[in-house]
């Protein structure tokens, strides 16, 4: 196997598997998005163990070095797989419990090793947004003629409450739910940022904001928050970081954005008065998400090992009461215990220090970074298959990138 076709899996997974969720909307049974998922995962570790043994001699070299992020991300991934233990022994979960979350939040981290080893950088983010552009484009052509199959899909799949057109059209939710849709829309943001910042400002602003628009049009008040994030974010880095572009064209964005604020208020009043009321509601609903988060972390079988990957999961329904629906680092905590709290602590310290300092070739991955964990604070979203993934190679390419600046200096 030529080691160009090696990370193909790795490389395609977001075309591959959110052209399998449009396809269930043929029928949901035939087509499982998340069996398919789960087999694609198991080719890309099947490619990474090819690539391993044909490059042992370099894996060797970087043992021998121990990088530190390359150290605490194994240890970070070896905990989550052996938690399994405590899963099933300490917490009396039934194995599927826990193999489920393996392949959705476990064997996902591998896409830490496509970062940190591919060469075809541009391949993952080109492939990543145009993937989720068009199930965005999608999403908004569903959005508007409602069909009744698809209304009766997002039913099926717990996504609206009723199946009528009203109540599917209060968020965009494309073929993955609202949850991804804007997650995936702000991650994909920063994908178009690569090639924005790459080509010095020549390509990738129209996509960014389409996915902006998608964001907002996923109406998930973290999702929105990051889109607003990210592109403070960007402006930052564009005008007054990287020098890309002379700062006249700061003050004429900031018109434009300014006549389209007010023009949008004047315009469409009611819709802009929903989008605000969901924004400043995040704080109370965080609030009321914390309750489930103290009653699960007073009840950890060990404070130090965590009740195990899945205990707390929505797979964990009906084998305890302590379940944290919403909120990602909470759960994190509960089932990883302070020991592999602080392994994933250090993980973020350590390859955001690396990231900042190397801010030119990482800022679109950094970004990643605090999106999904500024994300991660009133949703579960490091237990999704479709969100990891990037996640992770972001990690990953932040450390290649800092291992390349190290040997060029």
Same mark, same amino acid.
């Given at each position: 196997?030529?080691?160009?076709?090696?990370?193909?899996?790795?490389?395609?997974?977001?075309?591959?598997?959110?052209?399998?969720? %449009?396809?269930?909307?043929?029928?949901?049974?035939?087509?499982?998005? *998340?069996?398919? $998922? &789960?087999?694609? /995962? @198991?080719?890309?570790?099947?490619?990474?163990?090819?690539?391993?043994?044909?490059?042992?001699?370099?894996?060797?070299?970087?043992?021998?070095?121990?990088?530190?992020?390359?150290?605490?991300?194994?240890?970070?991934?070896?905990?989550?797989?052996?938690?399994?233990?405590?899963?099933?022994?300490?917490?009396?979960?039934?194995?599927?419990?826990?193999?489920?979350?393996?392949?959705?939040?476990?064997?996902?981290?591998?896409?830490?090793?496509?970062?940190?080893?591919?060469?075809?950088?541009?391949?993952?983010?080109?492939?990543?947004?145009?993937?989720?552009?068009?199930?965005?484009?999608?999403?908004?052509?569903?959005?508007?003629?409602?069909?009744?199959?698809?209304?009766?899909?997002?039913?099926?799949?717990?996504?609206?409450?009723?199946?009528?057109?009203?109540?599917?059209? %209060?968020?965009?939710?494309?073929?993955?739910?609202?949850?991804?849709? *804007?997650?995936? $829309? &702000?991650?994909? /943001? @920063?994908?178009?940022?690569?090639?924005?910042?790459?080509?010095?400002?020549?390509?990738?602003?129209?996509?960014?904001?389409?996915?902006?628009?998608?964001?907002?049009?996923?109406?998930?008040?973290?999702?929105?928050?990051?889109?607003?994030?990210?592109?403070?974010?960007?402006?930052?880095?564009?005008?007054?970081?990287?020098?890309?572009?002379?700062?006249?064209?700061?003050?004429?964005?900031?018109?434009?954005?300014?006549?389209?604020?007010?023009?949008?208020?004047?315009?469409?009043?009611?819709?802009?008065?929903?989008?605000?009321?969901?924004?400043?509601?995040?704080?109370?609903?965080?609030?009321?998400?914390?309750?489930?988060?103290?009653?699960?972390?007073?009840?950890?079988?060990?404070?130090?090992?965590?009740?195990?990957?899945?205990?707390?999961?929505?797979?964990?329904?009906?084998?305890?009461?302590?379940?944290?629906?919403?909120?990602?680092?909470?759960?994190?905590?509960?089932?990883?215990?302070?020991?592999?709290?602080?392994?994933?602590?250090?993980?973020?310290?350590?390859?955001?220090?690396?990231?900042?300092?190397?801010?030119?070739?990482?800022?679109?991955?950094?970004?990643?970074?605090?999106?999904?964990?500024?994300?991660?604070?009133?949703?579960?979203?490091?237990?999704?298959?479709?969100?990891?993934?990037?996640?992770?190679?972001?990690?990953?390419?932040?450390?290649?990138?800092?291992?390349?600046?190290?040997?060029?200096?």
């Amino acid at each position: 196997m030529k080691e160009k076709a090696m990370f193909l899996a790795g490389e395609w997974y977001y075309p591959a598997i959110l052209l399998v969720y %449009v396809l269930s909307l043929i029928s949901l049974d035939l087509i499982h998005p *998340g069996v398919f $998922s &789960a087999v694609f /995962m @198991l080719i890309f570790w099947a490619s990474l163990a090819v690539f391993a043994v044909n490059k042992r001699d370099m894996i060797k070299d970087i043992f021998k070095k121990a990088p530190a992020v390359d150290v605490i991300m194994c240890l970070w991934l070896l905990y989550n797989i052996l938690s399994g233990i405590w899963t099933v022994l300490g917490s009396k979960m039934p194995v599927s419990v826990y193999l489920g979350e393996l392949f959705t939040t476990a064997l996902p981290m591998g896409f830490y090793f496509l970062g940190r080893f591919s060469e075809k950088r541009d391949t993952f983010h080109r492939n990543f947004v145009l993937a989720v552009a068009a199930i965005g484009i999608l999403g908004i052509v569903l959005y508007i003629t409602a069909p009744q199959f698809y209304i009766n899909y997002l039913f099926r799949l717990e996504y609206v409450s009723l199946p009528d057109a009203p109540t599917m059209r %209060v968020r965009m939710h494309s073929v993955i739910g609202s949850t991804l849709m *804007g997650f995936l $829309s &702000a991650a994909a /943001m @920063l994908s178009a940022a690569h090639f924005f910042i790459e080509s010095e400002g020549k390509k990738g602003k129209i996509i960014f904001f389409f996915c902006a628009f998608l964001a907002f049009f996923s109406n998930q008040r973290a999702a929105m928050v990051a889109a607003i994030v990210i592109v403070l974010y960007m402006n930052y880095l564009v005008f007054f970081t990287f020098d890309m572009l002379p700062k006249k064209y700061f003050a004429v964005e900031c018109s434009i954005l300014a006549a389209g604020f007010f023009g949008l208020l004047i315009l469409f009043r009611g819709a802009f008065a929903k989008v605000y009321a969901r924004l400043v509601s995040l704080p109370g609903a965080i609030g009321q998400r914390s309750d489930q988060w103290v009653g699960a972390a007073n009840n950890m079988f060990s404070k130090w090992l965590g009740n195990g990957l899945g205990a707390n999961g929505h797979r964990a329904i009906g084998y305890t009461k302590h379940l944290i629906a919403d909120g990602g680092l909470a759960k994190l905590y509960v089932e990883m215990g302070i020991i592999g709290t602080s392994l994933f602590v250090f993980l973020m310290l350590l390859v955001l220090k690396k990231g900042f300092k190397n801010l030119k070739a990482s800022a679109p991955e950094v970004g990643v970074i605090i999106v999904t964990l500024l994300i991660s604070i009133g949703s579960n979203m490091m237990s999704f298959a479709l969100a990891v993934p990037v996640f992770y190679y972001a990690i990953g390419a932040i450390a290649k990138e800092a291992e390349r600046g190290e040997i060029d200096s």
